[in-house]
């Protein structure tokens, strides 16, 4: 439910010059934290081991991470930390699959937490995306109150006018300022977590040129990694998916892939979810079974499902 910080291999402390360095004294550690016995030695080898170790260690910060879980019951546990901070994640997909939900309950539960997070939707209208939060009993009232989730919904068409006669313009070899002519962050609102809903609507809104589309992609997910903001975004694909998005490149333009699956077992429909990848991070590999509840999406990671494929 929360971004959590872990540190990881902090690199060894350069031990400080102690004033004598006589046989079977204590050196202490440049930072606050230990003490550390060094062994015995003449004061030449306690310098030449510093010197050394000195050079063993390139830095003295501590390397810090941080994680965002999602407070999907079920999918954090899939993960060894989470979702690495400032990581594209792909949300992909069949009709029906759970994308949308997975999204918002994301949201929904980051902003209880306190961030400050935006929904941009190409499809279903604001007011729709918060009918179904509060189909699913999540308390809208309060979070509209903290004004800190923000569902926008743009006319996809509008904005691929835009980039496609910029493209034109520049010949292809234009870099476009993404926020100037998405307008996709108000001004006065610093979301931490941005969801696209979808990427899908948006690539069929490119009617004239398929280039247009790929550059605005690509600098989509630059843009998002520049401000480091955690992003998700769906895409619609077929029920067992190959590929997970339209033009085939978006999986290897986002940090982590999370596929939802509609599996058929005998004549049912069975959801499921697969985390296909997630740069930075341990993750199970294993396609795990989903349900879509009245209270939202429930994971259960040890339940791992095969079905007929199609
Ligand atoms: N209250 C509920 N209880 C159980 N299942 C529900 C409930 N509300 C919706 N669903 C299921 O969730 C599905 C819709 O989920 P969602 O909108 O997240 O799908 P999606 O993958 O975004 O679909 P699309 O590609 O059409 O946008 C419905 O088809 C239905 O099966
Ligand atoms: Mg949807």
Request: proline content about 3%; glycine content about 8%; overall charge positive.
């Amino acid at each position: 439910m929360a971004i959590v910080t872990k540190k990881i291999n902090p690199p060894q402390k350069i031990l400080k010059k102690r004033s004598s360095l006589k046989q079977n004294k204590t050196a202490y550690t440049s930072k606050k934290s230990s003490f550390k016995k060094i062994e015995k030695g003449t004061g030449k080898s306690l310098i030449n081991k510093k010197l050394s170790e000195k050079n063993k260690t390139p830095s003295l910060k501590t390397v810090e991470r941080q994680y965002l879980k999602t407070g999907i019951p079920g999918f954090d546990d899939l993960f060894e930390h989470g979702i690495p901070h400032g990581n594209s994640v792909l949300v992909a997909g069949g009709a029906g699959s759970g994308k949308t939900i997975f999204c918002l309950q994301t949201l929904y539960n980051q902003v209880l937490q306190g961030r400050k997070c935006l929904y941009l939707s190409f499809e279903e209208s604001e007011q729709r995306l918060h009918q179904h939060m509060e189909d699913f009993g999540w308390d809208l009232k309060s979070l509209k109150a903290g004004k800190n989730l923000l569902i926008i919904r743009k006319n996809p068409l509008l904005l691929s006018t835009n980039i496609e006669a910029m493209v034109a313009k520049a010949k292809g070899e234009l870099m476009i300022d993404i926020n100037e002519v998405l307008d996709i962050i108000p001004s006065g609102f610093a979301p931490e977590i941005i969801a696209v809903d979808s990427l899908s609507a948006l690539a069929a809104a490119f009617t004239s040129s398929e280039q247009g589309y790929r550059i605005f992609i690509e600098q989509l997910f630059r843009y998002f990694e520049q401000i480091k903001l955690n992003s998700f975004f769906i895409t619609e694909t077929e029920q067992v998916p190959k590929k997970y998005s339209k033009t085939g490149t978006e999986e290897f333009l986002a940090d982590g892939v999370v596929v939802l699956y509609g599996i058929k077992q005998g004549n049912v429909r069975e959801n499921a979810i697969e985390v296909l990848k997630m740069r930075g991070e341990r993750h199970q590999k294993k396609i795990v079974a989903l349900q879509i509840t009245n209270q939202g999406l429930v994971v259960y990671p040890e339940q791992e499902v095969f079905g007929t494929i199609g």
